[in-house]
């Protein structure tokens, strides 16, 4: 059984940055695609970001693009999500995934974290 749990959320202001992380365990990591999704009230869930495997490629949403970061480190089974010049748009519960497949859809992503709440606001 794989099991995520996100951490590195909060209340921040405009222009302000935040790292979350996602700890996994249960399974070997590296053998799985990784992902970050966020869901804000009233609204689906969105892709925020990808990577692949072995960390040799990401993927970013175009509204993330240039202010957000994926990465992992396979060696502590964890995947994290930098997210710089915070925009109030950006409040969302965040997301960790894990696939098999390279992918930005949800429904590719076998697991799931429990989510971390992120709010901008001044």
């Known amino acids: 059984q794989v099991h995520l749990v996100e951490s590195g959320g909060g209340l921040v202001q405009p222009g302000d940055s935040l790292r979350l992380s996602c700890k996994i365990s249960?399974?070997?990591?590296?053998?799985?695609?990784g992902a970050w999704f966020r869901q804000a009230p009233g609204k689906e869930r969105e892709f925020v970001a990808a990577?692949?495997?072995?960390?040799?490629?990401?993927h970013y949403a175009d509204s993330v693009k240039g202010r957000f970061t994926i990465s992992r480190d396979n060696a502590q089974n964890t995947e994290y999500l930098q997210m710089t010049s915070l925009k109030p748009e950006d409040t969302a519960v965040y997301y960790c995934?894990?696939?098999?497949?390279?992918?930005?859809?949800?429904?590719?992503?076998?697991?799931w974290g429990q989510g971390t709440q992120v709010t901008v606001s001044s």
């Open positions: 995934a894990l696939s098999n497949y390279w992918s930005i859809n949800s429904g590719q992503y076998a697991y």
């Open positions: 249960g399974r070997t990591f590296s053998g799985y695609h």
């Open positions: 990577i692949a495997s072995s960390g040799s490629s990401t």
